[in-house]
């Protein structure tokens, strides 16, 4: 019975045999009982030896099986996976302005077609491209903001305009165009000035400075030529071209702006004459529509107080937007203090201001003298010849004939418009006849002239 029971305990203590095996080892020569022991720990022995041989096999088995099911899982979705990676990526590539400008991104669409209509692509000194050039998107947004965001208004709007430049070709009535400086000598005028490290650039519209209506506004095509030509020189010195920022759509932040000054010292407003209504109505449709939204402000100076009902008949049919940029200034030497100190000293001192005055520094368009003068001399030099032969019997009539001769010369020609305005006044009559009366029309035309100029 003794002897059993250390068989019984061999068992129990079979997990501390594993941590003691060297020693029963070492002692295996004394232990005559190791001889049953060492029956069992080689069974235990191969059983873990195919244990441990079994289990890297399993290890390789299971690591072999997850690999060949992980290879054509990631060959299968790795096609589509790049392929819906792809237009995601292009996503972003879209900038940003095409989305948070509402209408930008479908009037660009309308480009290429536009392109093809009118087969041309220049605005203000620009080449038109796509929606990544910059001075592109600034041109668009302007027509886009004329027409309150409506992208077909734009896009007709924008059609016409390029179709006009194609005829008129405006950069070439800077270039080579020459004017009289009879008609147009002293009217208009620009100035550039620099207010932080940009341009700001005025326009000079002297009306009071017509010597001869008829003369002036008589060819309203020639007229609108030179007020274009003069428009031009100013959105050359705006410098579109070079954009580099897209402007904000609102217009607060649109640097490529400039300021207006109308000076109507001397100017009569309640009797138009026809050729003044008629080159006043073609620079309207054709400003309105070739170059919207090129102004920031527009000063009226020398404005008589009875022309204040005018501004407040603006406010009844114009946007806020549009009214916002008009200051009425019934002294013209006020018009420096509507700007800070900087640009205040260069304004002219006929304006308030320190600087030369237009005449002496500011630019204008190319002005050659007309060449119905020079027919006019010749035409004065050729009756003193007549004279002369005629006077030759009479020494006294001869200082007499002259003086008799030049007074009838200046009289038709004093009279000559008086004879057109008799001719001229059956048609308002008819035309008052019509319900168009004289008094009224005037001055809608006049708010008309001053509205859309300034859009």
Not at 436 to 449: N, S, T
Request: charged share 30%; aromatic share 8%; proline share 9%.
């Amino acid at each position: 019975m003794s002897d059993q029971k250390p068989v019984e305990q061999t068992p129990v203590a079979e997990p501390e045999k594993r941590e003691e095996a060297p020693v029963v080892a070492a002692e295996a020569p004394e232990a005559p009982e190791a001889s049953d022991k060492p029956s069992e720990t080689p069974a235990a022995a191969t059983t873990d030896a195919t244990d441990k041989e079994a289990e890297p096999k399993a290890q390789e088995a299971v690591e072999e099986t997850p690999a060949k099911e992980a290879e054509p899982a990631k060959d299968a979705p790795a096609a589509p996976e790049t392929e819906a990676a792809q237009p995601e990526e292009q996503k972003p590539e879209q900038p940003a302005y095409l989305t948070k400008i509402p209408g930008l991104a479908q009037l660009f669409e309308q480009l290429p077609k536009i392109f093809s209509e009118t087969s041309y692509n220049e605005m203000w000194g620009v080449q038109l491209k796509d929606s990544e050039d910059v001075p592109t998107v600034n041109v668009l947004i302007k027509f886009l903001r004329a027409n309150e965001g409506n992208v077909q208004g734009a896009q007709d709007q924008l059609r016409k305009a390029l179709e006009w430049r194609k005829k008129t070709n405006p950069l070439a009535l800077i270039e080579s165009g020459r004017y009289s400086a009879t008609k147009y000598g002293g009217l208009g005028y620009l100035t550039t000035y620099e207010q932080d490290g940009r341009p700001l650039v005025f326009t000079w519209n002297i009306y009071g400075a017509v010597k001869d209506v008829s003369a002036t506004f008589g060819d309203s095509d020639e007229f609108v030529k030179w007020r274009a030509a003069l428009m031009e020189l100013a959105v050359q010195d705006l410098k579109l071209k070079d954009a580099t920022e897209v402007i904000d759509y609102d217009g607060e932040k649109d640097p490529y702006q400039m300021i207006q000054v109308h000076d109507y010292l001397n100017v009569k407003f309640f009797r138009m004459d026809p050729s003044v209504r008629a080159a006043t109505k073609k620079t309207i449709d054709t400003f309105s529509t070739a170059y919207p939204e090129l102004l920031r402000e527009k000063f009226f100076v020398n404005v008589p107080s009875i022309m204040g009902w005018m501004f407040s008949a603006m406010k009844l049919f114009l946007s806020r937007n549009t009214t916002r940029k008009f200051h009425p200034i019934s002294n013209g030497a006020n018009l420096a203090r509507e700007f800070p100190a900087s640009i205040a000293d260069k304004i002219p001192k006929t304006y308030g201001g320190k600087g030369l005055e237009l005449k002496d520094e500011a630019r204008t368009v190319q002005l050659v003298e007309d060449k119905v003068e020079k027919e006019e001399t010749k035409d004065e030099t050729k009756p003193a010849e007549a004279s002369t032969e005629s006077a030759a019997p009479a020494v006294p009539p001869k200082d007499e004939e002259p003086v008799k001769k030049e007074t009838p010369k200046e009289k038709p020609v004093e009279e000559a418009p008086k004879e057109e305005a008799l001719k001229e006044e059956p048609v308002k009559v008819e035309a008052a006849t019509n319900g168009e009366p004289l008094k009224e029309g005037a001055p809608q035309e006049e708010i008309k002239a001053v509205a859309e100029e300034a859009k």
